[in-house]
């Protein structure tokens, strides 16, 4: 468990807080591109404690800049995007993407005010659907180059869920194996809880049905230059085991196996609103084969609003149906992985006091994972580069980073299964 000292340090992200100067020091998403399509209206955001918008200048490339126009305070999100920038409706003050003023109307002619303005501003990225800003002090580090990031429109299907919770609690569920034989098990497998695509590699079952024979899975877990690689091992039955390596990867994400089928895997990747909500981003890829992304979409519509709030929420009590518990499914929620780790990570509170908790063997991912975010913060308070900031285009090889599932015989070694899965020597991509 943490003490309430630690607990803080990794849970407040606001502005001047030491988590928060860590999570700053890396790209982070932002908004989907679907949510800032070209020629939309601007889009007013909120990311670590601070009143945000977004917008498309006229070339269609994102801006991120402060709310609040740097002269009287009006709202920017209102504003018109016109002249290389965004301008104010309430004085005419104009703004491009650097947060440069470049035009205040009311001034003198020949005055040099609009030069001494620097409205707050970030750069950014777009990769993957997803809109990514830095906002940590000085020149930003390259975007890492995942693989989730470099695949085709095709392969790759990106959305966001809101969680009244902190994120840290979120992420933790993430690298927590253990918990996918109970909270996602399903009881009995077709139609809409049909798993078909979730069988892993050298198996002849789904994933769920292996999840339900072994409910106690061996973890091991080794720390990475990108954070912690973790093995989840389970009895398949007949002298073979179940392998399962996911991934921490610093500072707020992770991946997983399985998601939309085939070759690839799943990200979620969870970034503050503020210390009490955040935004969990889901970004799905296929290294192979297109993903079914109609399929995807039609899954996702059923359960999310347009709001991108799932439809189950603390409010309804997650629309529990304590029938479907006696024959579907184990927790009653549905067939919808992300409504059952809402459930889940919402349950400990807005922000999860870890005073009271217990960890057991299966939460050696969590206690590595937090002794490294603290270590993150002090290499910050000491202005070093805390770990993964990449900024070379040699450390931005990440083929090694990514997770698989496979069965394997007993006596196969499962330490090196994600070596023969993964695309380990891709080259480095150009600087961003």
Known sequence: MLTREQNELLTHTEPGTPGGELLRRYWQP????EELPPGGP????RLFGEDLVLFRDEEGRPGLLGLHCSHRGADLSYGRLEDGGIRCLYHGWLYDREGRCLEQPGEPAGSTFHERIKHPAYPTREAAGVIF???GPGGPPLLPAYEFLRVSESQVFSTKYWHDCNYLQA???????MHLSFLHRLLREGGDFNRANGRPRGGNVSSNELFGRDVAPTLEVEQTDFGVRIFALRDAGNGTRYVRVSNFIYPNLSAFPGGGGGEGYGVNWHVPVDDEHHWKFNITFSRGAPLD????????????GPDYHLRRSKANRYLQDRREMQSRSYIGLGPFFPAHDKFAVEG????QDREQEHPGSTDKAIMMARLLLLKGIQDVQQERDPMHVIRTPEANRLGHVGAVDVVLSNDDDWRSVW???LPIGEPAPPRA
Do not use: K
């Open 30 to 33: 932002a908004a989907l591109s």
């Open 42 to 45: 601007p889009l007013p955001i």
């Open 133 to 135: 800003a830095y906002m």
């Open 171 to 177: 992420n933790e569920g993430n690298i927590d194996p």
């Open 293 to 304: 992304r109609e399929r995807m979409r039609q899954q996702h519509d059923a359960e999310v």
């Open 348 to 351: 400990p509170g807005p922000i």
């Open 419 to 421: 070596q023969r899965s």
